[in-house]
């Protein structure tokens, strides 16, 4: 089964958002878009800016680790415009 790691941004919290699913990305933007405790659930506004598929979700986890450990809103904004 395919697995995404992934990337929303909020314009009302001018925020970045970095995670993995083995949803379908639809419904997953669906549940962060819904009213629910958690950071995404702060506004109904995300959209996926960026997307990468991978094989499992060890991988797809892998990768949003290692974006996150970057801590950096500058090399998110880097990869999204590369």
């Not at 060890?58 to 999204?80: D, G, N, P, T």
């Amino acid at each position: 089964m395919p697995c995404n790691f992934y990337i929303l941004y909020s314009k009302n919290l001018d925020k970045y958002y970095v995670g993995h699913t083995c949803e379908v990305m639809d419904e997953r933007l669906r549940k962060h878009n819904s009213n629910h405790k958690g950071f995404t659930g702060k506004s109904p506004d995300w959209v996926l800016v960026y997307k990468e598929e991978f094989e499992d979700k060890k991988s797809a986890y892998a990768r949003e680790r290692h974006i996150k450990s970057m801590k950096s809103r500058k090399k998110i904004i880097e990869l999204l415009y590369q």
